[in-house]
């Protein structure tokens, strides 16, 4: 079975920075892109950042360039986001994402087959 946990989601002030991880189980996902999205109270599931298979090319959402940085270790099948300047409107419940067959990155939800429970990140003002 796939599973997708990610960790590293907390109560943090303004401007603090934050890692989330994403570990992988069940199989690997070293030849597929892997993407971070989130969602706010009340509000669609949307894109955050994304990263190629090779870990060539990453993508980020305009709200959290400059800010946020994806990566990945295929060594121990986990993908990170290095989350820093953190803002209020941060705040959301951030989801790891793996495209089933894909190389190449995407925005959009409906092309990542697995996905993790995620993890909730708090930025207080």
């Known amino acids: 079975q796939v599973q997708l946990v990610e960790s590293g989601g907390g109560l943090v002030q303004a401007g603090a920075s934050l890692r989330l991880s994403c570990s992988a189980s069940?199989?690997?996902?070293?030849?597929?892109?892997m993407g971070w999205f989130r969602q706010a109270p009340g509000k669609e599931r949307v894109f955050v950042a994304a990263?190629?298979?090779?870990?060539?090319?990453?993508n980020y959402a305009d709200s959290v360039k400059g800010r946020f940085t994806i990566s990945r270790n295929d060594a121990k099948n986990t993908v990170y986001l290095q989350m820093n300047s953190l803002k209020p409107e941060d705040t959301a419940v951030y989801y790891c994402?793996?495209?089933?067959?894909?190389?190449?990155?995407?925005?959009?939800?409906?092309?990542?087959?697995?996905w993790g429970q995620g993890t909730q990140v708090t930025v207080s003002s």
């Open positions: 994402a793996a495209r089933g067959d894909g190389r190449a990155w995407f925005r959009q939800t409906w092309e990542y087959h697995y």
């Open positions: 069940g199989r690997t996902f070293g030849s597929n892109a």
């Open positions: 990263i190629d298979w090779s870990g060539g090319s990453t």
